[in-house]
């Protein structure tokens, strides 16, 4: 059983570290995503874009020693510490550049979060696993074949799960199919709100009339009938419109501006 | 006068029932120099302006307001009866809290107090993305930090593309670009949402 | 709107919001000083969007059909609401807004309306010309 688990982890680890090496290497974006990524904070500017091009180099050369054959320990430790390493980097990112991006899969900007560890988390414990595989992957294919592409199936999911630059691929659409079917925010009451009021004021005759003496913010407002009042400060006085509240017709509005005496 | 009746009075004045308009002296606590002084600095451009305070609330006195700004400076801040509280809609002082956050506009005085004309609590106005849509919230992704976006009955409009406020949150979208003015519920990442603005 | 590279002092009309800068309360805490390294919501600041290469491959606003002249960190605009005649002055403190998510979109003061968002200013700025509660407005720009 064991050896089955080991020998199928090299496809995975060697996938996700293929995936990973070729947007570094050959992306139309690895120079936005390097600069926007944390390696910036810690290489500086001028050697980011070498850098992150050079973690690319070597994800791609331990991703194809992984699936070229024969299986070592050797090439499970290689990959194992790289996803040690990329547990340092992203606590590094988090503490010290939190928000830049992780740079790790894309030019996404996706800042260093839970679900970055997570999936570092999940790599190393594949790399670590692919240590004591003693058969070259294909071998677990042909012994178990619906039970190896079943795991790896998994894992996978679990890995774009766990990657915020996927989401646009799987999450964003399941989301929107669900609004489609249901929209949490329908079927709400009717009402006219305020800032429809306020808007229709801003388009009126009577508020270009007075809006250089306004110098408030809104004071209060209420519904008369058809009307909604809406009063501001203009210093010494106090500015009154009357907006109509379930029509538009800017033309309608009326302003006066009352000198208040303090009425006991 | 109380509230209920000043109400009535003002509707009147403006629907053109009212038979006088009342001549007058300064409203509130303030004297009538202080509602009426114009402001006595030129503000630079780019510097910092007198005539604005921001910060957070530290004190409550009656109708002052102390406040700490993020700089370390610290506000009195100095509310009438013409000062416009808002938060989250039009409010009164009384709804100020400490811890509450703040942007003030109003007139500094030869004594630094700041006489507010219009006092913003707790506002915020954030470029967001919609990440997912529940049940009288939207979840917001704010340069990749969440935001709770809770949905007020009542209060909450939309504006989609400039056209006039409404209610019916239903055209909103995951994934979709919006701006959303609100009032952030202080120490959280949660805010409530008076205006939703939707581009086309 | 008249082109800017026109007649370079020639009011352009558009619309502004307002942002916070400068890791204040709330939300604004992890925000920073902006792309100038300057800004703070109580200056009397604004954020242009075509301040640098790296800042115009962002806001994009010729998609909107605007043609923004070029304006670096530090330069003044006199900002004017559409609505008043207090016009005030702004430095450039930040790029932005990201113009080309909301083309088309319109504002209108009584029979005065601009179209697209070619401007953003501190609150400090913004309060000063309107209310902070509107969260935009038509306004006229200058150099």
Same mark, same amino acid.
């Given at each position: 059983m064991m050896q089955w688990l080991a020998g199928a982890q090299p496809v995975l680890v060697g996938g996700v570290l293929a995936w990973a090496g070729a947007i570094k290497v050959f992306g139309r974006s690895a120079e936005l995503a390097a600069r926007r990524s944390a390696?910036?904070?810690?290489?500086?500017?001028?050697?980011?874009?070498?850098?992150?091009?050079?973690?690319?180099?070597?994800?791609?050369?331990?991703?194809?020693?992984?699936?070229?054959?024969?299986?070592?320990?050797?090439?499970?430790?290689?990959?194992?510490?790289?996803?040690?390493?990329?547990?340092?980097?992203?606590?590094?990112?988090?503490?010290?550049?939190?928000?830049?991006?992780?740079?790790?899969?894309?030019?996404?900007h996706t800042p260093v979060r839970t679900r970055s560890f997570a999936r570092a988390g999940v790599l190393v414990l594949a790399s670590g696993t692919a240590m004591f595989a003693m058969d070259w992957w294909p071998v677990p294919f042909l012994d178990r074949p619906l039970a190896t592409v079943g795991?790896?199936?998994?894992?996978?999911?679990?890995?774009v799960v766990l990657s915020p630059e996927l989401d646009g691929v799987w999450l964003v659409p399941l989301r929107r199919l669900r609004?489609?079917?249901?929209?949490?925010?329908?079927?709400?009451?009717?009402?006219?709100?305020?800032?429809?009021?306020?808007?229709?004021?801003?388009?009126s005759a009577a508020y270009r009339a007075v809006a250089d003496q306004l110098r408030s913010d809104l004071l209060d407002s209420w519904d008369e009938g058809e009307w909604r009042m809406l009063t501001y400060s203009t210093g010494p006085?106090?500015?009154?419109?009357?907006?109509?509240?379930?029509?538009?017709?800017?033309?309608?509005?009326?302003?006066?501006?009352?000198?208040?005496?303090?009425?006991? | 006068m109380n509230s209920l009746d000043r109400r009535r009075f003002l509707t009147r004045a403006v629907l053109g029932t009212a038979t006088t308009v009342v001549t007058a002296s300064a409203l509130?606590?303030?004297?009538?120099?202080?509602?009426?002084?114009?402001?006595?600095?030129?503000?630079?451009?780019?510097?910092?302006?007198?005539?604005?305070?921001?910060?957070?609330?530290?004190?409550?006195?009656?109708?002052?307001?102390?406040?700490?700004?993020?700089?370390?400076?610290?506000?009195?801040?100095?509310?009438?009866?013409?000062?416009?509280?808002w938060k989250l809609r039009p409010a009164t002082i009384d709804a100020?809290?400490?811890?509450?956050?703040?942007?003030?506009?109003?007139?500094?005085?030869?004594?630094?107090?700041?006489?507010?004309?219009?006092?913003?609590?707790?506002?915020?106005?954030?470029?967001?993305?919609?990440?997912?849509?529940?049940?009288?919230?939207?979840?917001?992704?704010?340069?990749?930090?969440?935001i709770v976006g809770h949905v007020v009955a009542g209060t909450t409009a939309t504006v989609y593309n400039g056209t006039p406020a409404v209610t019916d949150l239903s055209l909103l979208q995951v994934g979709k670009h919006v701006q959303v003015l609100g009032a952030w519920r202080p120490d959280t990442n949660e805010v409530d949402l008076a205006t939703v603005f939707a581009a086309a | 709107m008249s082109p800017d590279d026109v007649v370079p002092d020639a009011p352009a009309t558009g619309e502004t919001s307002w942002f916070c800068c400068g890791s204040a309360?709330?939300? @604004? $805490?992890? *925000?920073?000083?902006?792309?100038?390294?300057?800004?703070?919501?109580?200056?009397?600041?604004?954020?242009?969007?075509?301040?640098?290469?790296?800042?115009?491959?962002?806001?994009?606003?010729?998609?909107?059909?605007?043609?923004?002249?070029?304006?670096? @960190? $530090?330069? *003044?605009?006199?900002?004017?609401?559409?609505?008043?005649?207090?016009?005030?002055a702004v430095t450039i403190a930040d790029c932005g807004p990201q113009t080309d998510l909301w083309c088309g979109e319109q504002s209108c003061c009584s029979g005065s309306c601009a179209s697209n968002r070619i401007l953003d200013l501190t609150p400090s700025a913004f309060s000063a010309i309107?209310?902070?509660?509107?969260?935009?407005?038509?306004?006229?720009?200058?150099?």
């Open positions: 390696l910036r904070r810690l290489v500086g500017t001028g050697r980011v874009f070498a850098v992150y091009r050079a973690v690319g180099g070597v994800e791609l050369a331990v991703a194809t020693l992984l699936v070229l054959p024969p299986a070592h320990p050797a090439k499970g430790i290689a990959a194992l510490v790289l996803a040690v390493g990329m547990v340092g980097y992203l606590g590094y990112a988090r503490f010290a550049a939190p928000e830049s991006s992780c740079g790790c899969l894309g030019e996404k795991l790896l199936a998994a894992e996978a999911a679990l890995v609004l489609r079917i249901s929209h949490p925010l329908a079927g709400r009451p009717f009402e006219i709100p305020l800032e429809s009021t306020v808007q229709q004021l801003h388009r006085a106090t500015a009154v419109f009357a907006v109509p509240r379930l029509k538009y017709d800017p033309a309608q509005v009326k302003v006066v501006l009352v000198d208040e005496e303090v009425l006991v | 509130g606590a303030v004297s009538p120099e202080v509602a009426i002084a114009e402001p006595a600095f030129e503000v630079e451009p780019g510097g910092i302006d007198p005539n604005f305070a921001e910060g957070r609330i530290t004190g409550i006195k009656g109708a002052l307001l102390m406040v700490s700004g993020s700089d370390g400076v610290l506000h009195q801040i100095q509310l009438t009866s013409g000062t416009s509280v100020a809290a400490v811890g509450d956050g703040l942007y003030a506009r109003g007139v500094r005085l030869p004594d630094g107090t700041l006489a507010a004309d219009a006092v913003w609590l707790n506002i915020v106005n954030l470029q967001v993305n919609i990440t997912s849509i529940g049940k009288d919230v939207l979840h917001l992704d704010h340069n990749g930090n969440l | 309360w709330g939300p @604004c $805490g992890a *925000t920073g000083h902006g792309a100038c390294g300057t800004c703070n919501s109580g200056s009397r600041q604004c954020a242009w969007p075509n301040t640098s290469d790296a800042c115009f491959s962002i806001t994009r606003p010729d998609r909107c059909g605007e043609d923004l002249l070029r304006r670096t @960190c $530090g330069h *003044t605009f006199f900002v004017r609401n559409l609505c008043r005649t207090t016009e005030i309107g209310n902070l509660s509107s969260g935009i407005i038509p306004m006229a720009v200058h150099s």
